[in-house]
C-alpha cells in the first residue's frame, strides 16, 4: 500500500516571541519610572502596587521593528494575514511586581488589536526560586500564562513561560493570560502595551 498523503494546520492564536536588542531595552529602561502622576493602577487588573504609565510616542518608537517582524511571521504562520495601513498605541505601562503580587486571569480585549509584554528586568532571586520549585503541571513563580478556548487532552489549550530578561511577547488583545505570584525578594519588572490598527 501506498502511504498516506496528509496535511495538518495551523490555526488558533498567533503568539510571537522573540528577544529584544540591548539598545531597545536599555532605552525603554529609561521610560520607566515610579512618578506619582502617572500611576496607572485604576486601568488595570493586576494585584500590584506600583503601576505606572509610560510615554506612548517614545516607545512606539521602539516597538516598529518588532511589530513589523510580528506581522512577517504571522503571515508565514497563517499564510494570510490583513495588514492594516497605520497602527498606533493606545496605552502602555510598566509593572513592578513584587512577593505575593499577581495578575489575574484577564485580556486586552478593551485596548485594542494586539497586546505586548516585554521583561527588562528578571531578579535573580526570582530564577533560583523557579529552579527550586517542584510542581506536577510544570507551573514556576512569576510565569505568565496564555490561555484559550475550553481545555482538552487532545488539543494544547495553554501554555506557560518563565519570562528572561529581553523577552517580548507580541499576541492578539483577546489572548487570556495571567502571572502567577512569587515569594522571593525583589521587583520582577515587565512593561505592557496595546496597539490599535486603522485600516
Not at 54 to 80: G, L, P, R, T, W
Not at 102 to 130: K, M, R, T
Not at 174 to 185: A, Y
Amino acid at each position: 500500500m501506498n502511504p498516506l498523503k496528509y496535511k495538518f494546520y495551523y490555526w488558533g492564536p498567533f503568539l510571537y516571541h522573540t528577544q529584544m536588542y540591548d539598545q531597545d531595552i536599555n532605552q525603554i529602561k529609561k521610560l520607566c519610572n515610579k512618578k506619582p502622576k502617572n500611576d496607572t493602577r485604576h486601568t488595570l487588573v493586576g494585584h500590584i502596587k506600583n503601576e505606572y504609565a509610560i510615554n506612548k510616542n517614545a516607545m512606539k518608537k521602539i516597538m516598529i521593528q518588532y511589530v513589523d517582524s510580528y506581522f512577517k511571521a504571522e503571515e508565514a504562520h497563517h499564510n494570510f494575514i490583513i495588514k492594516p495601513k497605520k497602527w498606533e498605541i493606545t496605552s502602555v505601562w510598566v509593572n513592578y511586581m513584587k512577593a505575593g503580587e499577581f495578575n489575574p486571569v484577564h485580556n486586552h480585549a478593551q485596548g485594542g488589536d494586539l497586546s505586548f509584554v516585554l521583561y527588562p528586568s528578571i531578579p535573580q532571586s526570582l530564577i533560583d526560586e523557579a529552579n527550586k520549585t517542584i510542581s506536577t503541571c510544570n507551573s514556576k513563580p512569576g510565569q505568565i500564562e496564555f490561555s484559550w478556548g475550553e481545555y482538552s487532552d487532545q488539543f494544547i489549550s495553554n501554555i506557560r513561560f518563565f519570562p528572561i530578561e529581553k523577552d517580548i511577547f507580541i499576541f492578539p488583545s483577546k489572548l487570556r493570560h495571567m502571572v502567577f505570584p512569587f515569594n522571593s525578594e525583589g521587583e520582577r519588572v515587565s512593561v505592557a502595551g496595546n496597539i490599535r490598527f486603522m485600516y
